[in-house]
């Protein structure tokens, strides 16, 4: 198998029409269509320490109201259904990037959480889930004696 690198430098100096390469370029590049192209769901951090799991969903711009949590066996679903409100009218936008709009994420949760006990709180833009773990589950530390 022979691997071949692309380098797009060349491509355009020995393009037999350079100008509609770096159109091209121009077009696929750019930050607002490639945004587009790509499916907008928050960043989420997934943590565990010795008794929780912790969930971490950076959604600034929300209210605490506009999330729903809903746990379906063992698949924690959060979701946002918020319709998109222009309220300058008088506007035209040349760019506008920023809108937030409905997206749904979904975890499998281990066997071992207690899910009765899930809390969530959302601050500062983040929406923080601790999910507590059983308590067989917990990570239990000893000293081991070495002889």
Do not use: W
């Not at 430098?9 to 269509?33: G, M, Q, R, Y």
């Not at 281990?110 to 959302?122: M, R």
């Not at 500062?124 to 990570?139: F, H, Q, S, T």
């Amino acid at each position: 198998m022979t691997l071949v690198k692309f380098n797009s430098e060349n491509n355009k100096k020995n393009a037999a029409v350079p100008s509609l390469n770096s159109v091209f370029d121009s077009i696929f590049n750019d930050t607002f269509f490639s945004d587009r192209m790509v499916t907008r769901v928050p960043a989420t951090n997934i943590s565990e320490s010795t008794d929780h799991y912790h969930v971490e969903l950076a959604a600034p711009g929300l209210k605490k109201e506009d999330f729903k949590l809903k746990l379906e066996g063992d698949v924690l679903s959060i979701s946002v259904d918020q319709l998109n409100q222009d309220d300058a009218q008088d506007r035209t936008y040349a760019k506008k990037e920023y809108s937030y709009s409905s997206f749904v994420r979904s975890f499998t949760l281990p066997e071992s959480v207690n899910a009765d006990q899930i809390e969530a709180k959302y601050q500062d833009g983040v929406l923080c889930i601790n999910i507590p773990k059983r308590e067989e589950a917990k990570m239990v530390t000893r000293q081991i004696e070495i002889k």
